[in-house]
């Protein structure tokens, strides 16, 4: 009785010691924003912009599988029916604390319908994944912005090619354009399009606060930077491999659907993340201790000394 007691407690101590150390590791302020999605067709032609819309295509799955709300912001596509780009916003709990981890490059390996030798070819699509800003987080000087209109061309049908409903904004002081045709009304277009850019300037400007707090300790102890290439979805295989921890899940058909696969190799992803975070708090906290130690006064060390 005593021994089962004592292996229960263990096991408490335990869950407290987890629990305090995801309570010290410094939280992402923007895991809980809302975020706007991007993909982008990569090498590959026809089958990479195929690719591109299944990978789209999965990420709008997902977000019903999280009751998210998605609204498509702006789709082009190419005679094959795949996307040569395309981005939507998504709003709900928590998402771009588990869509930040889908950035990158990803790779299909698979034998294309129009492939009459059967070989297996690679392509690739690129995902971004941008925070959006809330109200207080950044604001626009209207006259930093040029609002221009243009016929919309794409699906749509007749309509959406005979209104200047598509819209184009360019940051002047920043040069960034962004365009948005996926809705018939053009005061819509454009709050996508302003909602696109506000997303990209706080997306700078939480990166350079991250790069400006990681670079002392990044030219202490150097860093290794990880291959752009972040998952390969292989069709003969059947195999799903993410390269960033070598995690491989089987069944390729059934991590598309955007549902139960997904969200568990985005959950050890992010276990993953929290584990590299608190590994560079206790890194951080040794250098600030090594450098205290380097400005003590020789009193100061003595004192210590005699304790």
């Not at 096991?11 to 706007?36: F, G, H, R």
């Not at 790779?107 to 392509?123: A, C, D, F, I, L």
């Not at 007749?158 to 365009?179: E, W, Y």
């Not at 995690?247 to 696969?261: M, R, T, Y």
Request: net charge neutral; proline share 2%; glycine share 6%.
């Amino acid at each position: 009785m005593a021994e089962l007691e004592q292996r229960e407690l263990i096991k408490e101590i335990e869950k407290s010691e987890e629990e305090i150390v995801k309570a010290l590791i410094p939280k992402d302020e923007a895991d809980e924003n809302d975020a706007i999605l991007e993909v982008r067709a990569g090498a590959g032609g026809h089958e990479a912009s195929l690719f591109a819309f299944q990978i789209f295509t999965m990420y709008q799955r997902f977000a019903s599988y999280h009751n998210w709300k998605i609204n498509v912001i702006n789709i082009s596509t190419n005679d094959s029916g795949g996307y040569k780009d395309a981005s939507a916003s998504i709003s709900g709990a928590g998402v771009f604390g588990k869509m930040k981890f889908e950035v990158g490059t990803h790779r299909v390996q698979r034998v294309p319908v129009t492939e009459s030798m059967g070989r297996v070819h690679t392509s690739t699509m690129t995902v971004a994944v941008l925070p959006q800003p809330k109200e207080i987080d950044i604001s626009i000087n209207p006259s930093d912005l040029k609002v221009e209109t243009f016929r919309a061309s794409g699906a749509g049908g007749q309509h959406v090619n005979k209104t200047d409903s598509a819209v184009r904004i360019t940051h002047l002081p920043s040069g960034m354009v962004v365009s948005s045709q996926a809705e018939r009304s053009q005061f819509k277009n454009k709050a996508y399009a302003l909602q696109v850019l506000r997303s990209r300037l706080y997306d700078i400007q939480r990166q350079q606060a991250v790069s400006e707090q990681d670079q002392t300790r990044r030219s202490q102890i150097g860093t290794a930077e990880r291959s752009e290439k972040i998952r390969t979805y292989n069709f003969p295989q059947d195999r799903v491999t993410d390269h960033r921890m070598g995690l491989s899940l089987h069944g390729v058909k059934e991590f598309l659907k955007g549902e139960d696969k997904l969200e568990d190799m985005i959950n050890a992803l992010r276990t993953q993340s929290e584990s590299e975070a608190m590994q560079n708090l206790l890194i951080n906290i040794q250098l600030q201790q090594k450098a205290d130690i380097k400005y003590m006064t020789i009193q100061d060390y003595y004192n210590i000394c005699q304790i």
